[in-house]
């Protein structure tokens, strides 16, 4: 087992990593020993990984911070580091190490408040591991000021700092930015492979992990939700009947509605879950008394927190529809195909009945416009829309093709 086990597909991007977190080790190595550095070195201060949603970004992003801090013995006799049983790899990994800092979008945005710690803590040296480590997983929701500040750390960084950036692709990130980060972008995993790792690395039942594998066409986090979590099928199930309900206003309007509803109470419970235990830890870490009651001067700290998980469960609606509205897509991309007579595989098999049905009901640039709806309706949520607005628009474009 090592760190490099979990990007399924990626072969070529863990074998670059893994040379990389070779030539760093021998870097500290080096400064360790008062030595000279290596005369060339794969590793580098600043890396971008770009790729489509699911591919695995930012595993690859943490399983390169945990190459980065191993400590195993074995690192020392010339084995290559990222075990994964290490201190330095457990804690990077699960996101308790000192000098492995994530940020992630809060909000729609990164906004500058909240790089303003994480940029002046790469200024300094680690202060336990060999490395400190920057991960931004959402790069491309970094806004102008944010933007700047992390330009102005990757231009003039520290020695021992590294900035890992995730993003979809290179035009996400400003071009100042990308020219001074390596590049490395990730596939898509075949269905296959994701389910495979389901199986051996969550145990899921062969047939639960091949499906979900195949709804989610390989998207690795949505697989791995789909096959564990009983709602979340549910979810998708009542998602994928939405285009035999849509026969007339009526049913458009209470489509539209659910839709949104179910987003709402899906980031609802995920919002309930974070941010419950945020809370406490951040009362027992400011000296809460028996029965809640907050030391003096913490309620600005609080209200902070207030703040930024209110922004966090906007967020957190609008990708849950954002995910409703993946999954209509991939529906509708399955009765394109059977209108074409394409021999793409199907990704749902589960519905195929519906699929035929419509199929044979609509012609091929009728389903063209749908998607396109579809794709009109994230649009307009990307562009704060009011998300009811959005989706019944949407809905009645379903309606009539």
Not at 366 to 389: G, H
Request: aromatic residues 2%.
């Amino acid at each position: 087992m090592s760190v490099w086990d979990d990007l399924v597909g990626q072969e070529r991007v863990s074998e670059q990593l893994g040379a990389a977190a070779r030539d760093a080790d021998a870097l500290v190595t080096a400064a360790a020993a008062d030595a000279p550095p290596p005369e060339t070195s794969k590793m580098t201060h600043a890396w971008l990984f770009t790729g489509p949603p699911g591919a695995g970004r930012t595993q690859a992003a943490r399983a390169f911070a945990a190459a980065l801090q191993c400590v195993s013995p074995d690192r020392a006799l010339g084995g290559s580091p990222g075990c994964g049983f290490c201190d330095g790899c457990h804690t990077a990994l699960v996101g308790t190490h000192a000098d492995v800092t994530t940020v992630a979008a809060v909000g729609t945005q990164i906004l500058a408040e909240d790089m303003r710690d994480t940029v002046r803590k790469s200024f300094t040296s680690p202060a336990n591991g060999r490395w400190q480590v920057i991960i931004v997983e959402d790069a491309e929701r970094l806004n102008e000021k944010s933007a700047n500040a992390v330009l102005k750390a990757v231009e003039e960084p520290a020695p021992r700092t590294v900035w890992l950036l995730c993003a979809p692709s290179l035009e996400d990130v400003l071009p100042t930015i990308r020219s001074r980060c390596r590049h490395l972008n990730l596939s898509t995993p075949s269905v296959e492979a994701v389910a495979d790792m389901l199986v051996r690395r969550d145990g899921i039942e062969p047939g639960i992990a091949a499906a979900a594998a195949r709804a989610t066409q390989g998207h690795i986090d949505r697989a791995r939700r789909l096959a564990t979590d009983e709602r979340a099928r549910e979810r998708r199930a009542a998602v994928l009947k939405l285009p035999l309900r849509i026969e007339d206003i009526g049913g458009c309007l209470r489509a539209a509605q659910e839709l949104v509803d179910a987003a709402t109470e899906d980031s609802k419970q995920l919002a309930e879950e974070v941010d419950a235990k945020e809370t406490e830890e951040l009362k027992a870490a400011l000296g809460a008394a028996q029965g809640g009651r907050m030391p003096r001067g913490t309620a600005g700290v609080m209200k902070e927190l207030e703040d930024r998980q209110k922004r966090r469960r906007t967020r957190t609606q609008r990708d849950s529809l954002d995910q409703a509205l993946t999954d209509l897509t991939g529906f509708y991309r399955d009765v394109l195909a059977l209108q074409l007579g394409s021999r793409i595989a199907l990704a749902n098999t589960d519905v195929e009945d519906a699929l035929e049905r419509l199929a044979r009901g609509s012609a091929p640039e009728s389903t063209l416009r749908r998607i396109e709806a579809i794709a009109a309706c994230r649009e307009a949520l990307d562009r704060n829309v009011a998300p009811l607005l959005a989706v019944e628009a949407m809905t009645m474009a379903l309606r009539t093709g």
